[in-house]
T-cell receptor, first 111, second 113 residues
Framework: GQNIDQPTEMTATEGAIVQINCTYQTSGFNGLFWYQQHAGEAPTFLSYNVLDGLEEKGRFSSFLSRSKGYSYLLLKELQMKDSASYLC????????????FGTGTRLTIIP | DSGVTQTPKHLITATGQRVTLRCSPR?????VYWYQQSLDQGLQFLIQ???????AKGNILERFSAQQFPDLHSELNLSSLELGDSALYFCASSGRTVNSPLHFGNGTRLTVT
């Protein structure tokens, strides 16, 4: 099976940087995904990591360490619209392509 | 716009009833996934279809069933509804490669009264 842990809530200041951590335990691994979800809306894809290291995409970066079962999402130059839930998800091994999601981290940006 | 279409957007029904949720995947995507999200809870995987065949099953109740049709659209049937079935139901589709993300529809909000 798969187990994914994220902090439940975080608060950060507009213009600052925030790091959202995710740890996982999985019997098979074919990548880790980060999604953003505003309340009542669909999750939207942010990033994908399958190899160790940092992937940068504009203001968002995601890091993966497979040996530690650890990932983080880094958000820079925070804007009020970044207030949302951030979901970490793991894809299982081939033949089990579903994503297993963590419960998400609710990020609140304050002025 | 993810390209995944779900209907209806909202559904209000009574306990004991049966409803059908519909999903059209993105053009070219063969995989369809169904997830349930209850209030303040994470996305719970229900079931996956790939090109018409059931591929994986999660914590889907026996009262729930799904299928994927030859045109690749999918339907999720929920029967003998209970108050606890009230939730957002999301459909997602993905491409064929392992790095293909899931693209989610806007969901169907089901309220059971």
């Amino acid at each position: 099976g798969q187990n994914i842990d994220q902090p439940t809530e975080m608060t950060a200041t507009e213009g600052a940087i925030v790091q959202i951590n995710c740890t996982y335990q999985t019997s098979g691994f074919n990548g880790l995904f980060w999604y953003q979800q505003h309340a009542g809306e669909a999750p939207t894809f942010l990033s994908y990591n399958v190899l160790d290291g940092l992937e940068e995409k504009g203001r968002f970066s995601s890091f993966l360490s497979r040996s530690k079962g650890y990932s983080y999402l880094l958000l820079k130059e925070l804007q009020m619209k970044d207030s949302a839930s951030y979901l970490c998800a793991v894809r299982g091994s081939r033949g089990n392509e579903k994503l297993t999601f963590g419960t998400g981290t609710r990020l609140t940006i304050i002025p | 716009d993810s390209g995944v279409t779900q209907t209806p957007k909202h559904l209000i029904t009574a306990t004991g009833q049966r409803v059908t949720l519909r999903c059209s995947p993105r053009s070219g995507d063969l995989s369809v996934y169904w997830y349930q999200q209850s209030l303040d809870q994470g996305l719970q995987f229900l079931i996956q279809y790939y090109n018409g065949e059931e591929r994986a099953k999660g914590n889907i109740l026996e009262r729930f069933s799904a299928q994927q049709f030859p045109d690749l659209h999918s339907e999720l049937n929920l029967s003998s509804l209970e108050l606890g079935d009230s939730a957002l139901y999301f459909c997602a589709s993905s491409g064929r490669t392992v790095n293909s993300p899931l693209h989610f529809g806007n969901g169907t909000r089901l309220t059971v009264t």
